[in-house]
């Protein structure tokens, strides 16, 4: 994924010194991976379908971007700014959860609320605009760019506030893990690698079907609403929060270990 590298040593650093809520805690957070994979394929079909853009499939952008080059056509700015735009969010978002961390604030709770805040800037400014208004003009590139933005945030928080939570905006490598899972599974050979297949399908499956739902959703809604539909994603948005809000720091507070 475009970006993860930024989260990779913070990633390690929170799992070792800061105890963070694991989707394991409560029906809340064993609800979180669905419901987030069903904000990641919704407004990515919504953005894609209304702004010839992916939010949350970023690396596609370049896929399109690099079409466009080959042929020698005209690419729209938000294919060309989105990479950028991304790695910059994820870069601040991880900076932010490690200042509220330091705060003895609940990062995932936070990072939640900005992602619907996020969401909402998004759907208000293409509402604003009204139907008909170019996928290139400017206020539909910002609107995409928060768009993108919140889709950072999301990749952000299941990385460093959300111990155990697969990917659920990118779902090539969850695919393939649940394939290979499946795989171990039915072979049965060696029960320590079943026992773990099991436990990682457990987790992933709920991020698949939720972003496949919300594909089916979001491309049904854009066919009848364009892009006032972004209301189904800001709606699942705001379920996220109140599951979010819900939760809170594991009872047993890192303890200061002499070696």
């Not at 990633?11 to 987030?36: A, Y």
């Not at 990479?83 to 961390?101: D, M, N, Q, R, W």
């Not at 969401?119 to 139907?131: D, M, N, Q, R, S």
């Not at 695919?175 to 320590?192: C, R």
């Amino acid at each position: 994924m475009i970006g993860s590298a930024l989260l990779v040593m913070r990633d390690e650093d929170r799992k070792t010194h800061s105890p963070m809520p694991s989707v394991e805690d409560s029906l809340g957070t064993k609800l979180l991976p669905f419901l987030l994979g069903m904000i990641a394929g919704s407004v990515d079909v919504i953005g894609f379908l209304g702004l010839d853009l992916f939010t949350a499939h970023i690396t596609g952008n370049l896929v399109i971007l690099a079409a466009h080059i080959v042929a020698r056509s005209e690419a729209s700015p938000a294919l060309m700014i989105s990479v950028p735009v991304f790695i910059v969010v994820l870069g601040v978002t991880s900076l932010l959860a490690g200042a509220l961390e330091r705060a003895r604030a609940f990062p995932l709770r936070v990072l939640l609320w900005l992602q619907f805040m996020l969401l909402c800037a998004f759907l208000v400014i293409c509402v604003a605009a009204g139907p008909g208004v170019s996928a290139t003009a400017p206020s539909m590139v910002v609107a995409g760019m928060f768009g993108v933005a919140a889709m950072a945030v999301q990749n952000a928080l299941v990385r460093i506030a959300l111990k155990g939570a697969p990917a659920t905006a990118v779902m090539t490598t969850n695919i393939t893990l649940l394939t290979l899972d499946v795989g171990d599974i039915l072979s049965g050979q060696q029960p320590d690698r079943v026992a773990k297949a099991r436990e990682r399908a457990k987790h992933t499956w709920p991020a698949i079907a939720g972003f496949l739902l919300g594909c089916a959703l979001g491309a049904w809604c854009a066919a009848i609403f364009g892009l006032r539909s972004l209301m189904l994603p800001v709606g699942f948005a705001f379920l996220a929060v109140a599951l979010g809000w819900r939760q809170s720091r594991p009872a047993t507070a890192p303890s200061l270990r002499v070696e």
